[in-house]
């Protein structure tokens, strides 16, 4: 059963003398528990809004949305002690210290300030727990919203964009924490942009455009499925080969220290190209997509001015035109 | 991040729920309690209620029983010497109409209070009543910055969505801030009208006159003050509502400030002077009439009096409880609909 099901969500906001904005359009969506589950999509594409509808922070328009198998937002309350979330900017107050922040939350669910400081350690903060917050680095104040979305010690943590504002390290650091927080059966659902960061840590993800989700399915799927076509190639003789097979047709650009052969269907038919004029190949090997170019593919195509089809929650998607 | 060997984070583990109502009453009153601003404006309340006594102290002065005494004769001469310089008018006046002369009654000892007779000017006991209402004035002013700036802190910095990740049910979660604020704001007005009692009566006792003094109105003078003291306290639950409701509704305590300025130092003064008859329903006038022990008489437009034969303005009575109950239809119609707008809102 999906940890988290969304069926047909609208959301527009509508504003005084502005044009109503459509956030969330017929959105379908399912997250199966346990791993990472990656959620992507541009700036505006409708991530935050469908976070939080599932929160309750804002009202759908139409749909029925569910959490942990109970009707959100009716019975968001029974579910709400089983959900850890950090959504954008971590929330606290600056004039309270990054433990006393916790300790309030500890608070008002009698959660022992034991598991407070417990917390603060794991994510590093222990060293900084007694300074005001709004002397905190981006960085810190994201760690201390992770420490405070653990605490409930979630089934579902859901983080929106936990790498913004951290340097490197600091997003290395997190990396590793949603690896450990995903294989220990925590279920993960991951907003960000931060694409080559989505790729290493989630199992599955869904892409939103324009408010729906137009694709979804393993990485590993949606990866095969964005599969460029192009291959690389390695001479002896660089610049005569590339002279063979331009005039084979094939478009060849310039990798660091090899040719990118584009637009190629069949190997074989590089390797032949080459071998009857005499050149033999050190290298060829298929260059096969990163999840970025496929974003990058399909929100394009899902910018472009036609009905844009959303595949069926799971399912991973045809693949697309070779670029 | 340096992460523990031991994760503290296991779906095996034990999970929570909701928070109880219990729970974020303790959590609400530990952050109302530990507010920078909580503790800066009582301390500096502290400090001008000590400035404020040492004032008392210092322009009052202990009177003796041989003073009193010399006061009182003194008095009991001048009220003597009134009495018969009325008598011999009385009698040299000329007769004008049939029957005896109607010279006016002669002055009592109430109409000539002890201290007037006093070489150094002791704390009265009727000022106990004064000072108690500018107690009860002040803490409801800090009971309004206090409110307001309690939920406007919240919205500035967000802080209130991030609860409602803890608590979903957005009623509740205001329910536990207001449950907190008037309660501690009850507390901390009931004390300042407490610790005021027990001052009062030091000074009087050091500074000021025996409440014997006040001749037949003694014998109810502490109730009497107490119930004072009491309308005093409970104002500060209606400015509290004020502040909370405005500033929940602005998303921002410093509008709240600006919105409650601007009403009381322009709009209900541009209302009195319009329409003078709208008194009764302006919030200063029922603030008043709800301190005031037995209300208070305003005036409104001029109408005709056939008795006095000429126009007048009107007088218009605004008892204890007219004043309780517009002032608290002010606050719950405010608050109402700071709530009635939190639960629909879309919170970003």
């Known amino acids: 059963m999906p940890i988290v099901e969304i069926r047909g969500a609208h959301k527009t906001y509508r504003r005084w003398r502005k044009p109503p904005e459509h ?27 469908t976070i939080r509808l599932l929160l309750g922070l804002v009202r759908a328009d139409a749909g029925s949305m569910r959490l942990l198998g109970e009707p959100v937002p009716a019975r968001l309350p029974q579910v709400i002690g089983r959900i850890g979330a950090l959504v954008e900017t971590p929330l606290f107050f600056p004039n309270f210290t990054g433990r006393r922040n916790l300790a309030l939350l500890a608070d008002a669910s009698a959660i022992p300030s034991r598991r407070v400081e417990e917390l603060l350690d794991f994510v590093g903060l222990a060293g900084r727990a007694g300074d005001r917050v709004k002397g905190y680095s981006l960085g810190m104040k994201q760690r201390l919203g992770i420490a405070a979305a653990l605490l409930k010690n979630p089934e579902l943590l859901i983080l929106d964009e936990p790498g913004n504002g951290l340097d490197a390290a600091g997003i290395k650091e997190v990396r590793e924490l949603i690896v450990r927080l995903g294989a220990s059966g925590v279920t993960v659902l991951l907003s960000s942009h931060q694409l080559s960061e989505v790729q290493q840590v989630c199992d599955r993800v869904a892409i939103m455009s324009r408010g729906r989700v137009i694709r979804s399915g393993s990485v590993a799927a949606l990866l095969a499925a964005g599969t460029t076509g192009d291959v690389r190639v390695r001479l002896a003789d660089p610049p005569a080969g590339r002279a063979v097979l331009e005039r084979a047709g094939f478009t060849v650009s310039a990798l660091p220290d090899a040719w990118r052969v584009s637009g190629v269907s069949d190997p074989a038919a590089v390797t032949r190209a080459l071998s009857d004029a005499g050149h033999y190949l050190t290298e060829l090997s298929p260059i096969s997509a990163d999840l970025e170019s496929v974003f990058l593919q399909l929100t394009a195509d899902a910018d472009q001015p036609q009905d844009v089809r959303t595949p069926q929650a799971g399912q991973p998607a045809p693949a697309g035109p070779p670029r | 991040m340096t992460a523990t060997t031991g994760s503290p984070v296991s779906v095996d583990g034990p999970h929570t729920s909701a928070p109880t109502f219990g729970g974020l009453l303790r959590a609400e009153t530990r952050r109302l309690l530990a507010r920078r601003f909580t503790r800066v404006t009582v301390a500096l309340a502290l400090v001008g209620y000590l400035i404020t006594v040492a004032l008392i102290w210092h322009n009052h002065h202990r009177v003796s029983a041989h003073d009193l005494a010399q006061a009182t004769v003194q008095r ?34 109430e109409e000539f209070p002890i201290e007037q007779f006093l070489r150094y000017r002791p704390l009265s006991p009727g000022q106990l009543d004064d000072y108690a209402l500018a107690v009860g004035v002040a803490t409801a002013m800090l009971a309004f910055l206090l409110a307001g700036t309690f939920i406007g802190a919240e919205w500035s910095t967000k802080n209130l969505v991030a609860w409602l990740f803890w608590e979903p049910r957005r009623l509740r979660v205001m329910a536990a801030k207001l449950v907190v604020l008037l309660g501690c704001v009850l507390a901390f007005a009931l004390l300042a009208q407490a610790v005021w009692l027990g001052t009062g009566k030091l000074l009087l006792h050091y500074r000021g006159l025996p409440v014997s003094t006040l001749g037949p109105k003694a014998a109810h003078f502490w109730t009497h003050l107490m119930q004072a003291q009491l309308r005093a306290a409970l104002l500060s639950l209606v400015t509290a509502l004020l502040g909370f409701g405005l500033a929940s509704l602005m998303r921002n305590s410093a509008a709240a400030l600006g919105v409650a300025f601007v009403y009381f130092a322009v709009v209900e003064n541009v209302v009195r002077g319009l329409n003078p008859n709208l008194q009764p329903y302006l919030i200063t006038t029922n603030i008043a009439a709800w301190v005031a022990e037995h209300g208070i008489t305003v005036y409104g437009k001029l109408a005709y009096d056939p008795q006095q034969g000429y126009f007048t303005p009107r007088p218009i009575h605004i008892s204890n409880l007219h004043g309780a109950v517009v002032m608290l239809l002010f606050a719950a119609v405010v608050t109402g609909a700071a709530l009635a707008v939190f639960r629909r809102r879309d919170l970003s």
């Open chain 1, 23 to 49: 956030a969330v359009r017929d959105l379908d969506l399912d997250v199966d528990a346990g791993g990472v589950f990656g959620f992507l999509g541009p700036n505006g594409s409708g991530k935050t809004t």
């Open chain 2, 76 to 109: 009991d001469q001048v009220i003597a010497e009134i009495t018969r310089s009325i008598e011999q008018d009385c009698q040299q006046a000329p007769s004008t109409e049939p029957g005896p002369v109607d010279c006016g009654t002669p002055p009592s000892a």
